[in-house]
Each structure stands twice: as C-alpha cells, then as structure tokens.
C-alpha cells in the first residue's frame, strides 16, 4: 500500500475541497509543480493531480500545468478530471500521465471505457465518487441512480483492475474514511482499491494497513498532508511495514 499525495488544481491554484462542494475551497499553493515537487522530496512514490475545473466543466482546463508537473517530476502521476474524450484521453496519456483517471464518461458510456481500456489497459483507472452507495458525477455534483458495487462488477468484466474509492461525504474532512463501506465493498467486488477521503491521521492507514487486504494497493491523501497531521515520510513507513 503505498501514499499517493492529493494535488488538486483549480484556476492554477492547488486547493482542497470539503465534501467535494466547490464553495468550500481552501488555497493552499499558487504553484502546483512545486507543490507535487514538494510531495516528491519528502518520498511520494506516485502523485495524484485532478484537474477540478475540468471536472465541473467537462472538459480539460489545466492541461498546461498537468503537463509541467509530469516534466518536472520523476515519479508516475495519475491525472483526472474532465476527460470526457477520447482526444481528450490522449491528450492526458501524451502530456506524461503514467494512468488517466476516467469518472463520469466512464459512468455514462461503457463502450468509451471498453475502447480505452482496450487501447491503454492498465493506464486507464476509475474513479467511485460515492455517496450513500451511489455513484455521483459530473465534479460530484450530479447523483446517479448507479450502484457503486454494481458498477464495478461491470467495468471489471470490461478488464478494469483498479478503481479510486472516494468516499464523498468523508473527502476533506479529516473524520477518517468510511472503513465499514470501505470493507463491504471489498466483500461483494474483488478489485483493486485506491482509497480516498477522508484521511485524517496515521492512525487511519494503520487500520486500512491492518486489514491486510491485498486488494488495497494505495492510499489517497490530501488536507491531512497540507495541514500536517500527517508527515509523509512517516507515513510511507507505516504502510510499506511487512506484516
């Protein structure tokens, strides 16, 4: 289980949502490259960059600084965010992305999510905005009648191996993740995990670590890494520790 830091990217700014409501936005870097340079010296092993205004509006909208952080840094970065297309998913592939990150196209167009998956294979992550079991969209602002277990059934049958978890009513908060949701999920969907929301202590990825669930290969972290309640190089040890 490795911990992949959070770099989201509003108008050029690296933010931090609470909840996903995007009225509720705190500034924490006007410069994103070195803030994922940052992440990358104190020992990130992977970044993850959504772009949020491409999220909301449908479409790439930070593409330019997607394509200076992947130049400057030396470790894979997974983007999302507005990839609605398949240019549009080349265009993420081609600018440096070592995974393209697919949420609401893949939600709404499973034959695009097929061809993608067909063309890139394990480039090609999804992203679950969850909430109460169902899939939001559309920047998580969009409900779905689509059941998040149902879902993932499908897109592993189309040759997905990893999906982002994101609990929405936990992103931002520092309340832990849901871990319940989390282990339920797991039982009726064998696949691979990168959990995200919520996030609040050391203590978290201890128990996410102590599941020992091998379908839990990352960890997505964001205000707790920008509000120091976690240090990254501590937690890099704790979920890289052999059981």
Same mark, same amino acid.
């Given at each position: 289980?490795?911990?992949?830091?959070?770099?989201?990217?509003?108008?050029?700014?690296?933010?931090?949502?609470?909840?996903?409501?995007?009225?509720?936005?705190?500034?924490?870097?006007?410069?994103?490259?070195?803030?994922?340079?940052?992440?990358?010296?104190?020992?990130?092993?992977?970044?993850?960059?959504?772009?949020?205004?491409?999220?909301?509006?449908?479409?790439?909208?930070?593409?330019?600084?997607?394509?200076?952080?992947?130049?400057?840094?030396?470790?894979?970065?997974?983007?999302?965010?507005?990839?609605?297309?398949?240019?549009?998913?080349?265009?993420?592939?081609?600018?440096?992305?070592?995974?393209?990150?697919?949420?609401?196209?893949?939600?709404?167009?499973?034959?695009?999510?097929?061809?993608?998956?067909?063309?890139?294979?394990?480039?090609?992550?999804?992203?679950?905005?969850?909430?109460?079991?169902?899939?939001?969209?559309?920047?998580?602002?969009?409900?779905?009648?689509?059941?998040?277990?149902?879902?993932?059934?499908?897109?592993?049958?189309?040759?997905?191996?990893?999906?982002?978890?994101?609990?929405?009513?936990?992103?931002?908060?520092?309340?832990?993740?849901?871990?319940?949701?989390?282990?339920?999920?797991?039982?009726?969907?064998?696949?691979?995990?990168? +959990?995200?929301? &919520?996030?609040?202590?050391?203590?978290?990825?201890? /128990? !996410? =670590? %102590?599941?020992? *669930?091998?379908?839990?290969?990352? +960890?997505?972290? &964001?205000?707790?890494?920008?509000?120091?309640?976690? /240090? !990254? =190089? %501590?937690?890099? *040890?704790?979920?890289?520790?052999?059981?």
């Amino acid at each position: 289980m490795i911990v992949i830091p959070a770099v989201d990217i509003r108008d050029g700014k690296v933010v931090r949502l609470f909840r996903g409501d995007f009225s509720k936005e705190t500034v924490y870097s006007n410069d994103p490259v070195k803030t994922a340079l940052k992440w990358q010296s104190e020992g990130a092993k992977r970044l993850h960059v959504v772009d949020l205004d491409g999220a909301l509006e449908g479409k790439l909208k930070n593409l330019n600084w997607v394509r200076k952080i992947t130049a400057s840094v030396d470790i894979p970065v997974e983007v999302g965010g507005g990839i609605r297309t398949d240019s549009e998913l080349r265009t993420i592939v081609n600018a440096g992305a070592s995974y393209a990150i697919l949420g609401t196209k893949a939600c709404e167009d499973e034959e695009f999510l097929k061809k993608a998956v067909d063309r890139y294979g394990e480039k090609i992550m999804v992203s679950l905005d969850i909430r109460d079991g169902y899939l939001q969209t559309k920047g998580w602002v969009n409900p779905t009648d689509i059941k998040a277990v149902d879902f993932a059934e499908r897109i592993k049958k189309i040759g997905v191996k990893t999906v982002e978890y994101t609990d929405i009513s936990r992103d931002g908060t520092l309340q832990g993740p849901g871990f319940e949701n989390i282990l339920k999920f797991l039982k009726e969907v064998e696949i691979d995990m990168i +959990v995200s929301g &919520g996030i609040s202590s050391i203590a978290d990825l201890r /128990i !996410l =670590k %102590e599941y020992d *669930r091998k379908e839990i290969i990352g +960890v997505i972290v &964001g205000r707790a890494l920008y509000d120091s309640k976690i /240090i !990254l =190089k %501590e937690a890099n *040890r704790v979920c890289s520790q052999k059981e």
